[in-house]
C-alpha cells in the first residue's frame, strides 16, 4: 500500500487530484470554525451535554454543529433533498423518464436537486436556531421588531455555509478523487477523533483500548458485508448476424453475472431512521416549556423517550433501520428492472424461465440477502446500546467514531481506494487491492 501510494504522487495529474482533495478539505475545516453571530458557546455545549438529539446533524458537519459555525448543517440539506427526489421518482412520471435519460437527465434531477436544497437549508436553519433560542444558546432570534434582520442574516449564513459545503463536495468530485461530497462528510468525522482520542486517554486508557478493539472488529464486519454480494449466473444466447457478403457472424454465447450486494441500501436506511426518531423530540422540545401542565407532562416523556439515551428509542431504532433497508433495497431494485433489461437483451438466468419466473426469483434473492444487510446495519445502528447494555466499557458515549459514522468512514476509503486503484491500473501500476 505504502509503495502504491508513491507511484500514485509519482504521476503529476494524479498527485495534483489528491492534493487538490486535501486542500479542500482545510478549507472547509477551516470555514467549520467561523462561528455564527449572538451565539453562547457555554449554553451552547450544554445542550449538547444533555441531549444527543442534534448528533445526527453535528456527523454530518463534521463537529460543526456543537460549535454553531456558518458550517452547522453542513451537506445534510442536500443529503435530504437527494433522498425526497429519489423517493419522488417513481410516483412522478416526468422525474422518472429524467433518469432513463442517461447523464443530461441525470443531470437535470441534480439541478432540480440543488433547487429543492435552498428551501431545505433555509427551513432547517430557521428551525434549528429557532430550538437553541429556546435553550438560551442564540439571543436576539425571532421574526418580529428588531430581532428579524439578525434572524434573516442567521438563516442566510448557515444556508449559505451549506451551500458552499456542496460547491466544494462538486469541486472534489470533478477535480479530486472519490465522491466529494462523502469526503467532505468523512474529512468531519475523522477530525474528531484526535480530540476523542485526547479525553481517553487523560480519563480512561482501558477504555481506549476496548475502543479500539471493537472499532478494530467493527471495520473488519463492515468491510465484508459492504463487499458481500451474491452473484447471480446469466447466460447470452447465440446470434447469428448477416454480414455483408454470404458472409455469417454468430455474436452473443457468453456467460456473465449479476451481483446482488447485500447492503445496496448504504447508509440511507441509518439516514431515514434517525430523521423520523428525531422529529418526535425535535417538536417536544418546543412545548417542554409549555403553560399548560398536561402538555408539558407529555412534552417531557417524549423528549426524555426519543432522547438517544432510552432503551425505547433504540429499539424503535433497529426495527425501523431494517425496515427502512427492505423499504429502500426493494424500490431501488424495482427501478433497475432487471429481468425485462435481461430479456431486451437477449440474456437468461439457466434453469429459470425469461418473464415473471425471473422477476419472481431475483425478488427471493435480494429479499434473503437483504436480511443479513438489514441486520448487520440496524446492529452497527444501536452497538453504542449493546455496548453499554453488556457492560463492555464504562463510557460508550465517548466512542472515538459513532457506529453510524465508522460505516461511512469504512465506505469512503473502500470508494476512493477502488478509484485510486482503477487510475494506477489504467498506468500499469499495482493499486492499493491486490
Not at 453542513?74 to 435519460?101: F, H, K, R, W
Not at 438517544?308 to 426495527?319: E, Q, V, W
Amino acid at each position: 500500500m505504502i509503495q502504491a501510494i508513491r507511484n500514485a504522487f509519482k504521476l503529476p495529474d494524479l498527485r495534483r487530484r489528491i492534493l487538490i482533495t486535501l486542500f479542500i478539505l482545510v478549507v472547509y475545516r477551516l470555514a467549520a470554525h467561523v462561528p455564527v453571530p449572538n451565539v453562547d458557546p457555554v449554553a451552547l455545549r450544554e445542550v449538547f451535554a444533555a441531549s444527543q438529539l442534534l448528533g445526527l446533524l453535528d456527523m454530518f458537519s463534521g463537529g460543526a454543529m456543537s460549535s454553531f459555525s456558518v458550517m452547522a448543517m453542513g451537506v445534510y440539506p442536500y443529503i435530504t433533498a437527494s433522498i425526497v427526489i429519489q423517493l419522488l421518482q417513481p410516483l412522478i412520471p416526468g422525474l422518472e423518464e429524467l433518469a432513463q435519460e442517461g447523464e443530461a437527465g441525470r443531470n437535470k434531477i441534480n439541478q432540480y436537486t440543488y433547487y429543492l436544497t435552498i428551501p431545505l437549508a433555509a427551513l432547517q436553519a430557521y428551525t434549528q436556531s429557532q430550538l437553541l433560542q429556546t435553550q438560551g444558546v442564540i439571543t436576539n432570534f425571532g421574526l418580529s421588531g428588531a430581532t428579524l434582520l439578525p434572524t434573516i442574516a442567521t438563516v442566510f449564513t448557515l444556508t449559505a455555509g451549506t451551500m458552499f459545503a456542496i460547491w466544494l463536495g462538486e469541486l472534489i468530485t470533478e477535480q479530486g478523487i472519490g465522491n466529494g461530497l462523502s469526503i467532505i462528510i468523512f474529512g468531519g468525522i475523522v477530525a474528531q477523533v484526535p480530540q476523542q482520542v485526547g479525553a481517553l486517554l487523560v480519563g480512561d486508557v482501558r477504555g481506549l483500548i476496548a475502543f479500539l478493539i471493537i472499532m478494530a472488529i467493527t471495520v473488519a464486519v463492515i468491510v465484508i458485508v459492504q463487499e458481500g454480494q451474491r452473484r447471480i449466473p446469466v447466460q447470452y444466447g447465440k446470434r447469428v448476424l448477416a454480414m455483408r457478403g454470404s458472409r455469417l457472424r454468430v455474436a452473443g454465447g457468453q456467460s456473465t453475472h449479476i451481483p446482488l450486494r447485500v447492503n445496496a441500501a448504504g447508509m440511507i436506511p441509518l439516514i431515514f431512521a434517525q430523521s423520523f426518531l428525531m422529529l418526535p423530540g425535535l417538536i417536544a422540545s418546543y412545548l417542554v416549556a409549555a403553560k399548560n401542565q398536561w402538555v408539558s407532562s407529555v412534552a417531557n416523556t417524549i423528549y426524555r423517550t426519543f432522547d438517544g439515551r432510552s432503551h425505547i428509542y433504540y429499539i424503535m431504532y433497529f426495527l425501523m433501520v431494517v425496515g427502512f433497508t427492505y423499504f429502500y433495497t426493494d424500490m431501488v431494485f424495482q427501478q433497475q428492472n432487471l429481468p425485462e433489461n435481461l430479456k431486451r437483451q437477449g440474456g437468461f438466468i439457466p434453469g429459470i424461465r425469461p418473464g415473471k419466473r425471473t422477476a419472481d426469483y431475483l425478488n427471493g434473492v435480494m429479499h434473503r440477502i437483504t436480511l443479513v444487510g438489514a441486520l448487520f446495519l440496524a446492529v452497527v445502528a444501536v452497538l453504542p446500546w449493546i455496548v453499554d447494555v453488556l457492560g463492555i466499557v464504562a463510557n460508550p458515549g465517548m466512542m472515538l467514531i459513532t457506529s453510524s459514522g465508522l460505516l461511512i468512514v469504512v465506505g469512503v476509503v473502500l470508494d476512493t481506494m477502488k478509484q485510486l486503484e482503477a487510475q494506477l491500473l489504467m498506468r500499469h501500476y499495482e493499486g492499493f487491492i491486490k
